[in-house]
């Protein structure tokens, strides 16, 4: 298949690429670098299967045939959407519409990435694809929450009014390499810290959870939706719930590290708990994550001292 992704350079999209690159396809890859980095690609410049260009989703644009689009651009990271507030509006909308009109153009399949927190600050634990969720639509995190509730919206009316073959996947806390190592997401900040023998930053008492996803056992659910034929949401992420404060712990273990752990403040409507219900996923395409938090974070720790190791030597 030539495959379209967008966000190519983010963290997702550079591993969603790399295994579809591994399965024998050919990708056109596009991404604005807004919150991603060409060195995410840089292992690419040789592969002739490979393409990418740079340009902004919010415009009309045309690949070309393709056969798949897998819609994976939008700053991610709640310091980046913070900062890119509005242009994370126009993505989830104006983007996402480019995006579906290019498979509506081509007959593709299209997988838009969507995320748990559509369920935002939930009080249904665990979240099953079912529950509506609940999210303040004006506060600091809705730029990013309603534009994705939104393009789950879209994406819905382009399978319903045009026959857009859509699969929609609800992606939770996803970690591993090539997470930028400054966009303010709790494991990058708290590896990083504990790497460079700083303070780890536990926001509140820490009690809130999070369940971690490695991204290899992430990219292999997105795979498996894609080759399903599920139109309605499904939940893809590791159901291991941690609160912050032991996942603090455990990065310190992991990397051996001195550092001390400090508090500050909670961000406005930071979501208490998090938990993803994975048996639709388990039922529909036989998923389920292999890798937990130990063995995901040992996995990662390399990328993140080359990457401190980079940054020393420009300094
Ligand atoms: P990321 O920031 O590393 O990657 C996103 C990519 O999209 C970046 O390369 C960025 O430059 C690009 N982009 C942003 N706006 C664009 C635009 N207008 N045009 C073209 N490119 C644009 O983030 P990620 O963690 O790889 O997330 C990828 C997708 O998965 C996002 O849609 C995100 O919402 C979703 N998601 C990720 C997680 C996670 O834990 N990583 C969880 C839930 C959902
Ligand atoms: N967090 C923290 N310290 C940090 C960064 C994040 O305690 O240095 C907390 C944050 O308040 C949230 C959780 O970790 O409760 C996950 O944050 P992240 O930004 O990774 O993703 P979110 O799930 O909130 O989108």
Same mark, same amino acid.
């Given at each position: 298949?030539?495959? +379209? ?29 807004? %919150?991603? *980095? ?28 393709? @056969? ?20 994370? +509006? ?13 498979? &509506? ?22 979240? %099953? ?51 930028? &190592?400054? @966009? ?32 290899? @056992? ?26 912050? +404060?032991?996942?603090?712990? %455990? ?7 001195? *550092? ?40 990662? +720790? ?6 401190? @190791? ?6």
């Amino acid at each position: 298949m030539r495959i +379209l992704i967008t966000g190519v350079a983010g963290f997702l999209g550079s591993h969603l690429a790399d295994a579809l690159l591994a399965d024998g396809n050919s990708v056109v890859g596009v991404d604005n670098l807004a %919150t991603g *980095s060409l060195n995410n690609l840089k292992h690419l410049d040789n592969e002739v299967r490979f393409e990418f260009r740079e340009l902004d989703i919010c415009e009309a644009f045309d690949p070309g045939r393709v @056969d798949y689009v897998f819609n994976f651009a939008s700053p991610a990271s709640p310091v980046d959407y913070s900062k890119l507030g509005v242009e994370t +509006l126009a993505v989830g909308s104006s983007g996402t519409r480019n995006a579906l009109e290019v498979a &509506k153009k081509y007959r593709a399949k299209f997988l838009h990435a969507s995320t748990s927190e559509c369920y935002g600050d939930p009080s249904v634990h665990p979240q %099953t694809e079912d529950y509506w969720g609940n999210v303040n639509p004006i506060g600091p995190r809705s730029v990013y929450d309603e534009a994705k509730r939104f393009s789950e919206a879209l994406t819905m009316a382009y399978h319903r009014y045009y026959h857009v073959d859509t699969r929609l996947v609800r992606i939770f806390n996803t970690y591993g390499p090539r997470l930028q &190592k400054n @966009d303010g997401r709790v494991i990058s900040n708290f590896v990083v810290q504990a790497l460079k023998g700083e303070d780890l930053t536990v926001y509140g008492e820490g009690d809130q959870t999070r369940s971690f996803c490695y991204v290899a @056992d992430e990219i292999e659910g997105i795979l498996g939706l894609s080759r399903s034929d599920e139109h309605l949401p499904v939940n893809v992420g590791n159901p291991n719930e941690w609160t912050i +404060l032991d996942c603090a712990k %455990t990065v310190l273990k992991v990397t051996g590290s001195k *550092s001390k752990i400090v508090y500050r403040p909670l961000p406005q409507d930071d979501p208490m708990q998090r938990k993803p219900d994975i048996s639709k996923a388990k039922r529909l395409f036989g998923w389920e994550p292999k890798i937990d938090l130990e063995t995901g974070l040992q996995l990662s +720790l390399e990328y993140f001292q080359t990457t401190i @190791d980079e940054e020393a030597k420009v300094k």
